[in-house]
């Protein structure tokens, strides 16, 4: 049987990274995306394609830019046949109050965070309809369902999502197409780790007690997901036996939002 393609946008670092991989171990085709086109991106997707004996690829596209998120899907289908499952993951983040919050900081964030996954998921349903299978996957984030203040746009955008992801489910729900989201608590990557040193500062507190006190305040186990659980969690999602899951979200926020 032909090995399905699975494209994760924001994918050479932190959870789309680890999806890359909880997917290629699963035995999907997968396609490696960032905006940076480096040497290492490349390295990544040829590590990849060793590691797990599928076929990998490192595609450049901007998620900011809703022509070349149709590139991406488009240039994925040509190149590998078929697009089986799509994971919106890329993502940024930026912190200040609502009436400091720089216009084209909130507006990249919407771009990046939201409209990609419209662009990314408007052109890679041709291809599932026509296979008559897919796997839509939208990585929100607990600030789909609660919101922290003095993030603004990061909150709006993930709790657009959640409604993108529900509409969509809806429209294609007799063609075998799920859409789900996961919303994930704090993960320790590149995103979360740059936070750290400022915490660290604006609250007087060393690495320890800032991550356990307020960092991972409202994560009840008090301890980080993983790339490795929200992997795992993406290729349940792209299972058959998540057939009839479709148009929710499921939390790894470690009790977060239990509260
Ligand atoms: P990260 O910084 O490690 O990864 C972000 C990825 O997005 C990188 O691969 C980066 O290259 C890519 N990216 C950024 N801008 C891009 C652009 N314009 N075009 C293409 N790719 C771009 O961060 P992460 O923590 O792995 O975040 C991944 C997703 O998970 C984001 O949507 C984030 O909101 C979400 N999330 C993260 C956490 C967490 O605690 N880390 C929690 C909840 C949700």
Redesign the pocket.
């Known amino acids: 049987m032909a090995k399905k393609t699975a494209v994760i946008?924001?994918?050479?670092?932190?959870?789309?990274l680890g999806s890359a991989h909880a997917l290629a171990a699963a035995g999907y085709n997968v396609v490696i995306?960032?905006?940076?086109d480096r040497r290492d991106d490349h390295a990544l997707a040829k590590d990849i394609a060793e590691k797990y004996g599928v076929k990998v690829a490192y595609i450049k596209?901007?998620?900011?830019k809703g022509t070349e998120c149709r590139a991406l899907i488009e240039k994925a289908a040509e190149d590998f046949g078929s697009i089986d499952v799509l994971v919106n993951?890329?993502?940024?983040?930026f912190v200040a109050p609502v009436d400091e919050f720089p216009t084209e900081k909130w507006d990249a964030i919407i771009a990046?965070?939201l409209t990609s996954a419209f662009h990314t998921t408007a052109a890679a349903l041709p291809h599932m309809k026509k296979s008559g299978w897919g796997r839509i996957i939208n990585?929100a984030?607990?600030h789909g369902l609660r919101a922290s203040p003095f993030k603004s746009a990061y909150v709006s955008a993930k709790h657009g999502i959640l409604g993108f992801t529900k509409t969509v489910a809806l429209e294609v729900a007799e063609q075998h197409i799920t859409c789900n989201a996961i919303c994930?608590?704090?993960?320790l990557?590149?995103?979360?780790e740059a936070q750290i040193p400022d915490q660290m500062k604006a609250h007087n507190m060393d690495r320890d007690t800032v991550v356990r006190e307020v960092m991972l305040e409202k994560q009840a186990t008090k301890e980080f997901a993983t790339v490795e659980q929200i992997g795992a969690t993406v290729v349940f999602l792209a299972s058959d036996a998540a057939a009839q899951i479709t148009g929710t979200s499921i939390s790894v926020d470690g009790g977060w939002t239990a509260a």
Do not use: E, H, K, R
Not at 9 to 16: E, H, L, M
Not at 61 to 64: F, N, V
Not at 89 to 93: E, K, R, V
């Open positions: 946008t924001g994918s050479n670092s932190g959870i789309g995306n960032s905006f940076t596209a901007d998620m900011s993951n890329a993502g940024i983040q990046i965070n990585i984030s607990a994930p608590g704090y993960v990557t590149p995103l979360v």
